[in-house]
């Protein structure tokens, strides 16, 4: 099965490779929001899709093709998402915050980030640290366990964001 997940529509499209056909499983949204459904894993044989737009982390049941669960994640603004282990973690743009929501415990735990004036927008983890990046040409590390974060901003001048004009910003 082919899974396609929706940025602006309203429900999974899943593709049969078998039978070559297509079924449809409504994603629950009363309010009509933009979805984007961009990040998604398997955790125990169900897939844990991160919407941007509902603020949810939506527990899909592969098997039976079905969304078993939403679970609210008190974020304003999700931007970016990585799975570490059983952990998603979430950084919120507009708060800069990381929400870590455990996907065999089902829920979820805030980190308040200090001394960022930034909009963070990604994050990745090394092994043993992760990366945080904005809007601004700084990356950061943040330390979980202490919950301390650290500012690199000595970047070569040519650093920045590309923006197909041939440009750095």
Request: net charge negative; aromatic share 14%.
């Amino acid at each position: 099965i082919v899974f396609c997940f929706p940025d602006e529509g309203e429900s999974i499209k899943c593709y049969s490779l078998e039978d070559f056909s297509w079924k449809s499983i409504h994603i629950n949204n009363p309010d009509k929001v933009r979805l984007s459904c961009s990040n998604m894993w398997t955790v125990q044989d169900k897939l844990y899709i991160v919407s941007v737009g509902l603020k949810q982390v939506i527990e899909f049941n592969i098997d039976t093709l079905q969304i078993d669960e939403y679970y609210n994640i008190d974020a304003k603004g999700i931007s970016g998402s990585v799975l570490v282990g059983n952990d998603i973690y979430m950084v919120d743009c507009l708060s800069n915050s990381v929400f870590k929501f455990n996907c065999l415990e089902r829920n979820d735990e805030k980190y308040l980030l200090s001394g960022i004036d930034d909009k963070i927008q990604t994050i990745c983890f090394d092994g043993n640290n992760f990366w945080l990046s904005g809007r601004k040409k700084n990356l950061y590390i943040w330390q979980k366990e202490i919950n301390k974060v650290g500012t690199i901003d000595s970047l070569p001048a040519n650093f920045g964001m590309y923006n197909f004009n041939g440009m750095y910003q």
